[in-house]
């Protein structure tokens, strides 16, 4: 019996254009794969994964693309549209109310949520799911996706969201296998709990059990006086928008903040585990 061929890779509309106007631009500006890889810090097969679509790549490949070609921002633009292409199924709602929050309460039991993650606590994260090596692209392109959206937080050309987060004590005793990288996560966690609009808070295991143990939750707090939450596991998660459900999630988490030590007892706290290493 003759082997079926795979069927091409489907892709959504947003990243079907930046793929076919990366290769547009290039064939315009009469350069070979071979001859823009010698002109930048990219490799040939990168360069080519991104013009068939196998990889997205980041916003600083589209912004860099964008000034060899003088095409103003037009790949960055399309590059914004393909990443939220990217979040196709149980993430695209949520995606599409993340930027619009206000104000973001997130708990955490488990993992250092994504928003104050460093690339290398990401990248040891993503790769601990089972895998092979064909799919490494596709990991790297999550570790890319997830880095760019951490912008929420630095504003761009709006106002940075107000992040409320609240760690459980079991993701700050859970480290990276590299001591100096887990030394790097903790600074980074103090560094983002000095900005203004962030608080990082600290729930102890002498807090006991509660109800929200079975997984991360974030609530938006969105413009017009509307909220939404997100429950999320490990392999799954899910949009709440109907209002009772976000309130009693609120109020979980309230909860939460109640028995948390204080921000600044919070910060010394994670400040005495990156001294004790």
Known sequence: MAS??????????ARLQYMEELARLREESGMSLGQLSEVS???RSYLHKLERGERLGDLETA???DEVYGSKRSLQNLWRLAKDDAYLGRYQRFMALEPMAKVMQIYVPQTIPGLLQTEEYAGELLWSTPHHPDEEDGLEEQLALRMARQQILR???SVP??????LDEAVLRRPLKGREAWKRQLQRL???AELPHVTVQVLPFAAGVNDLLGGAVTVLWLPDGEEAAYLEGSKSGEVIEEPEEVERLKLSYDRLR???LSPQDSVEFIRSLLKDG
């Open 258 to 260: 109640d028995l948390a």
């Open 63 to 65: 912004r860099w693309l």
């Open 161 to 166: 969201a107000h992040l409320r987060v609240i």
């Open 4 to 13: 079926r061929k795979p069927e091409p890779r489907r892709l959504a509309p």
């Open 190 to 192: 103090l560094d983002e």
């Open 41 to 43: 810090k990219y490799d």
């Open 155 to 157: 504003g761009g050309e």
